[in-house]
């Protein structure tokens, strides 16, 4: 269809559309090497078509998830320079769109996506002033969004994980009071959605995390009575997730990890 009428844009957006699905594929079946031409290809095509309708706001939207994905192929393979220019190329894309639209709160969710991946590029480079910049911006939008829609489960999930990342980070930078505070919101949080759902493994999973980051915080001060206390409460929710599916390689590896804490 492309080739038959190239000036038509809407095919053009599709074709771009279906390269980025087929990366999408491409990275879940670990063929990452495909998986970023595909997205480089998907990319190069929203960029020349936004040229031509420089208003049309979802192609630029649709293209800063791409430049996420691109920066994620490379932050996993080990170049954590490539992946910040990736994810700054979105940023620059959907912080504008917030702009222009602040009520969005799709493109809210989407600039906190970046501002999410660059704290990750910022943490693995170990320049944690920077990384704890964009977590608190990220966290901040988060609780804007949060506000708008209190029922929004993912919403409440995505921002707990936020709080245990500036936890991470307060407590790399020796900072232990706010790491705790930290670490106990995101607690508070994932609480709060496990009750909610006793069938969602994927929030106990998340607070079995945050009660073993709250037990390191607890054995870095040599409080080990308190350590020992969240990682136990670590290793119920450990447990019972293996409980569910004992063939699940990583919570295998997690309740393993939580023994030797112990």
Not at 178 to 205: G, P, Q, V
Not at 226 to 254: G, M, P
């Amino acid at each position: 269809l492309v080739e038959n009428d190239p000036s038509d844009m809407n095919n053009q957006y599709a074709l771009s559309c279906a390269y980025s699905s087929f990366a999408d594929i491409k990275s879940l079946q670990g063929d990452d090497k495909i998986s970023l031409n595909l997205y480089n290809s998907a990319v190069e095509i929203m960029e020349r078509i936004i040229k031509v309708d420089p208003n049309n706001l979802v192609w630029e939207s649709d293209v800063c998830s791409m430049y996420n994905r691109i920066g994620g192929i490379y932050l996993r393979h080990g170049q954590p320079d490539i992946a910040l220019e990736s994810y700054l190329s979105g940023m620059s894309i959907i912080k504008k769109l917030s702009e222009i639209d602040h009520s969005n709160t799709r493109w809210r969710h989407q600039l906190c996506i970046s501002y999410d991946r660059i704290g990750d590029v910022y943490r693995e480079k170990k320049n944690y002033d920077a990384a704890l910049d964009s977590y608190e911006s990220c966290l901040q939008i988060r609780k804007d969004l949060e506000k708008v829609d209190s029922l929004n489960f993912i919403w409440q999930h995505d921002l707990a994980v936020t709080y245990n990342k500036i936890g991470v980070i307060q407590q790399s930078l020796g900072k232990l009071t706010l790491s705790e505070d930290a670490y106990d919101f995101s607690i508070t949080l994932l609480s709060r959605l496990a009750d909610s759902d006793a069938s969602n493994s994927i929030w106990k999973d998340e607070l079995a995390v945050s009660y073993n980051l709250r037990g390191d915080l607890e054995k870095t001060r040599d409080n080990f009575g308190a350590a020992i206390y969240f990682y136990e409460s670590s290793l119920k929710l450990r447990e019972k997730l293996v409980s569910f599916d004992s063939t699940n390689a990583d919570w295998q590896y997690s309740l393993g990890l939580i023994y030797s804490n112990i």
